[in-house]
């Protein structure tokens, strides 16, 4: 299994980006797949998820910011953050969930980094 995240960077308040995690070595198009993260300092904390069926769901604090999509042709799945806020800077992974939670995981990518300040 490998998974592989990219389009983190350094973005003013306000902005937005576009994670990208490209998969490989599972059955991507029947696996359910998350984004978590890492502040400085902090634990990991849940972002979003998205089933196989393209049903998502999301950490309350993102809601209406952030949106996962996915490109099962691409084995791809993708997170866009809108309305940036310098308290979202943080180290984003890309991980595969375990089965009936958001917040385990069995596998996870090396992380993007994610800077939001003026």
């Known amino acids: 299994v490998q998974l592989v995240e990219s389009g983190g960077g350094l973005v003013q308040p306000g902005g937005s980006l576009r994670l990208s995690c490209a998969a490989s070595?599972?059955?991507?198009?029947?696996?359910?797949m998350s984004w978590a993260r890492q502040a400085p300092g902090k634990g990991l904390e849940w972002v979003s998820g998205?089933?196989?069926?393209?049903?998502?769901y999301y950490a309350d604090s993102m809601k209406g910011r952030f949106t996962i999509s996915r490109d099962n042709a691409k084995n791809t799945v993708y997170l866009q953050m809108n309305s940036l806020k310098p308290e979202d800077t943080a180290v984003y992974y890309c991980?595969?969930?375990?089965?009936?939670?958001?917040?385990?995981?069995?596998?996870w990518g090396q992380g993007t980094q994610v800077t939001v300040s003026s």
């Open positions: 998205i089933y196989s069926d393209g049903s998502t």
């Open positions: 991980a595969i969930p375990k089965a009936s939670s958001w917040y385990e995981y069995d596998y």
């Open positions: 070595g599972f059955t991507f198009s029947s696996s359910a």
